[in-house]
């Protein structure tokens, strides 16, 4: 087992960090080592059981705009919180009009909580269906115009709390896109996701 002793000065640039972030309203996650996480907005075949990458996620504003994300992406929940990943995005007007797009790539990972679920599909071209997790993630992203947001990502599978929504919401500059679309019923679609969690040495 890995001694994980810290030091005094470890701890308190720890807590530091941590009070700031809790200061700006950003939530924070204290991890263990030793696991990646794989995160997707995917594509469900429900014809065949099986989801994949690829999927699309929509979300709200307060006026009924709307901003819809596609996207993957990797963080490991050690101390160096690495990540990697993005998407493609486009916003509408409240009247369904688009009127930006462009590319988002992640740059942090605010936090990482996983739930108790179990996979309702049987089949997984993404990686191993024993891997699969529920969970909520919060992530810090750059969109290609330059502004930037975060991206919440909860996954509900079979047996997860119903507290606990499926599908994503996100803030892009200071609008808040907090009323995520709920998945459709089968055999449509969208706004569904999935996170895999392994060893980093599995990767």
């Known amino acids: 087992m890995k001694d994980l002793r810290l030091s005094r000065r470890q ?3 720890g807590a530091g960090a941590i009070g700031v972030l809790g200061a700006l309203g950003i939530p924070t996650t204290v991890f263990a080592d030793g696991k990646r996480v794989r995160w997707d907005i995917i594509n469900v075949d429900f014809a065949t059981g099986t989801l994949s990458a690829g999927g699309v996620a929509s979300a709200r504003a307060n006026d009924d705009s709307k901003i819809t994300l596609t996207g993957s ?31 988002y790539t992640v740059r942090r990972l605010f936090s990482w909580i996983p739930a108790p679920g179990t996979p309702p599909l049987p089949n997984d071209n ?3 269906r024993a891997n699969q997790s ?22 509900h599978l079979v047996g997860t709390s119903d507290a606990v929504f499926e599908g994503i919401t996100a803030s ?5 896109y907090w009323n995520r679309e709920a998945p459709p019923a089968p055999p449509g ?3 569904r996701t999935n996170f895999h969690v392994t060893s980093s040495e599995e990767d």
């Open 73 to 103: 992406g990797t963080f490991d929940s050690g101390e160096d919180r690495g990540v990697t990943g993005g998407g493609t995005w486009k916003t509408f007007n409240p009247s369904g009009t688009q009127t930006a797009s462009g590319n």
């Open 189 to 191: 679609n969208a706004n």
């Open 11 to 13: 701890v308190l640039k």
């Open 172 to 176: 892009k500059s200071y609008i808040d």
């Open 134 to 155: 529920a969970g909520l993630a919060i992530l810090g992203i750059r969109y290609s115009d330059g502004s930037k947001g975060s991206l919440t990502i909860s996954c």
């Open 126 to 128: 993404i990686g191993i």
